[in-house]
């Protein structure tokens, strides 16, 4: 998946706020209202940013970053809006999870099946995984692995676009696989520093999960659920159940 394209923004002042009351510091500007983060988000936007679709989206981003203690650009870098949710790009959760402090360490490679470690990926089958190792401060190492059977269970493997194009499962799958098995592992491990924050790749699945439970508003149709007959029993008028 791609972040979404954006074409360039005619800036629209925010009421109240001009320019040259936002102030500068040595790292950059200071935002210290939601007016000022307004003009900020039509600056950003009027620059052809990447990624952000509207004020509300760089605005979001930029709340996100700063929860986590980011700079504004880092934000912009790291956060973009997937599918409804505010998520988090590439190695962004593994640097939550660095300057968090809670971790003494995380560890990546790959493995053949057997338990080797191993870069030679093309002469292996499905049970080639991509295996993530962290250890919290004052816990027990823990382990994660995810394999090409399992982006195969998951759809993932080869995965093409909806237009045909492809994926990064398809173009970069070694660094996609050790996406998914790192964030599985940082997520059950460190789920105070994440806060629950997926990845763009999971963007996706968050939402056909949404989908199916959503009532039929905002334009998401949902279907409805199997017919059971002792329910049917238990609703009708005058039961005896």
């Known amino acids: 998946m791609s972040r979404v394209e954006?074409?360039?923004?005619?800036?629209?002042?925010?009421?109240?706020?001009?320019l040259d009351e936002i102030e500068v510091a040595d790292r950059g500007v200071k935002l210290t209202s939601l007016a000022e983060?307004?003009?900020?988000?039509?600056?950003?936007?009027?620059?052809?940013?990447?990624?952000?679709?509207?004020?509300?989206?760089?605005?979001m981003c930029l709340q996100a970053g700063a929860e986590f203690g980011f700079s504004l650009i880092q934000s912009l870098n790291m956060f973009g809006i997937v599918e409804g949710h505010v998520i988090c790009y590439g190695d962004g959760p593994l640097a939550i999870v660095n300057r968090s402090g809670?971790?003494?360490y995380v560890r990546e490679w790959f493995e053949d099946g057997k338990g080797n470690k191993t870069e030679f990926w093309a002469q292996y089958g499905d049970d080639f995984c991509a295996v993530c190792v962290t250890k919290r401060r004052g816990h027990?190492?823990?382990?994660?692995?995810?394999?090409?059977?399992?982006?195969k269970a998951a759809?993932?493997?080869?995965?093409?676009?909806?237009?045909?194009?492809?994926?990064p499962w398809v173009t970069h799958w070694q660094r996609m696989m050790m996406y998914r098995a790192r964030q599985r592992r940082l997520r059950d491990t460190y789920p105070d520093v994440l806060r629950n924050l997926h990845s763009e790749?999971?963007?996706?699945?968050?939402?056909?999960i949404e989908v199916a439970r959503r009532p039929a508003v905002h334009g998401y149709a949902q279907q409805p659920p199997a017919r059971d007959p002792l329910m049917d029993r238990i609703l009708a008028p005058d039961s005896a159940v």
């Open 37 to 59: 983060y307004r003009e900020f988000a039509d600056i950003a936007l009027q620059s052809g940013l990447k990624g952000h679709e509207n004020r509300a989206s760089v605005v």
């Open 140 to 151: 027990a190492e823990q382990r994660t692995t995810f394999s090409i059977a399992d982006a």
């Open 201 to 208: 790749d999971e963007a996706p699945e968050l939402e056909s």
């Open 102 to 104: 809670k971790a003494e």
């Open 155 to 167: 759809k993932l493997w080869q995965k093409k676009t909806k237009a045909g194009y492809d994926t």
């Open 6 to 18: 954006s074409q360039p923004h005619a800036a629209v002042p925010a009421a109240g706020v001009r």
